[in-house]
């Protein structure tokens, strides 16, 4: 059995090994056949020579995560440690967007959120698509609220389609406000982790934050803004068009949406879908995939997005053997 000594000086260790040493319970559980122990800034580590060289490049990738981040999580130990091909890719010294409230660097976690920051500092207007948990959404109001306090822009629009806003949201209690605001309910999160709750109350009175369903956008020229619609796959291609052209002068807009969600009666009336094939090839609009790879929510989440993905893929393919077959 070999052994070998990490220094980790310069590294708090209750953020690096996490509170109770659940980080390093996490790490533990990945190298099963191994002793590690730590004590203060030095980590000792046993086993044979192939599984300390595994080790050793798995440290490196959560030191350099740490480094980054400032911090580490049980679910991205999982991620980084995992053994499957389809962990996300990292992206090599992040460019910081702004600092959240806890002081927390948010910034670009993966190479393709790496390319939606890239098209967005060259586009005016970008498509985001992707699954859920790609960061697509974060990302994007990340970027709209640096360009805020960066005075770039006079004020930031987030909207999203309300596409129950007949029969079901009818059934809800309260006024009009109080009926939509659950289906927004994830944007005042995302921006609640960037702006202090008393700056963004004051924010949204002013106007100067506004988060509205997409209905509310039509008839109006959007100047000097920063606009974020999300959800798109359930916008129709009137409704898609129709936000589009809201566009004015010294204004960003970022479209995200997962096609792979459509809560349209028909996957063919998304807005989303037909824009991409319209607007593609436009020099000035840009169009960033993101995939399972980007996920960095909890790791069940690509796990069951990708179990998605091949169960459809296998129904389709029964499909075409199946109509094949009649042909015949």
Do not use: W
């Not at 911090?71 to 010294?93: A, F, H, Q, Y």
């Amino acid at each position: 059995m070999f052994e070998k000594l990490y220094n980790l000086e310069g590294i708090d260790p209750v953020a690096f090994y996490g509170a109770n040493n659940s980080n390093l319970d996490k790490i533990r559980s990945y190298f099963p056949n191994m002793k590690i122990i730590a004590r203060g800034h030095t980590l000792k580590v046993m086993g044979s020579e192939a599984q300390l060289k595994t080790f050793d490049e798995k440290l490196n990738l959560l030191l350099e995560q740490y480094h980054d981040f400032h911090r580490l999580s049980t679910e991205t130990i999982g991620l980084i440690l995992s053994d499957t091909t389809d962990s996300p890719e990292k992206v090599n010294n992040p460019d910081v967007l702004i600092f959240g409230n806890t002081g927390k660097p948010i910034s670009a976690r993966t190479k393709n959120q790496q390319k939606l920051v890239d098209a967005c500092n060259e586009k005016d207007l970008i498509f985001a698509i992707g699954p859920a948990g790609t960061g697509k959404t974060y990302t994007a109001i990340a970027m709209a609220v640096r360009a805020l306090k960066n005075k770039e822009i006079r004020k930031v629009i987030i909207s999203r389609p309300a596409v129950e806003a007949g029969e079901r949201l009818g059934f809800l209690p309260g006024d009009l406000k109080e009926k939509i605001d659950p289906y927004l309910q994830p944007l005042y999160d995302a921006l609640g982790d960037m702006i202090p709750p008393r700056k963004l109350e004051d924010y949204i009175k002013d106007k100067v934050i506004e988060i509205a369903p997409l209905a509310f956008m039509r008839g109006r020229t959007l100047s000097n803004a920063f606009v974020v619609l999300d959800e798109a796959q359930n916008t129709t291609v009137n409704q898609l068009k129709m936000f589009l052209t809201r566009m004015g002068i010294n204004t960003k807009i970022i479209v995200t949406g997962d096609t792979t969600q459509i809560d349209l009666p028909r996957r063919s009336d998304s807005g989303l879908i037909q824009a991409m094939r319209i607007l593609k090839g436009i020099d000035d609009i840009a169009i960033v995939e993101l995939n399972q790879n980007d996920i960095v929510r909890h790791k069940l989440v690509r796990d069951i997005v990708l179990a998605y993905e091949n169960y459809y893929s296998d129904k389709q393919k029964d499909k075409k053997d199946v109509n094949k077959s009649e042909n015949q």
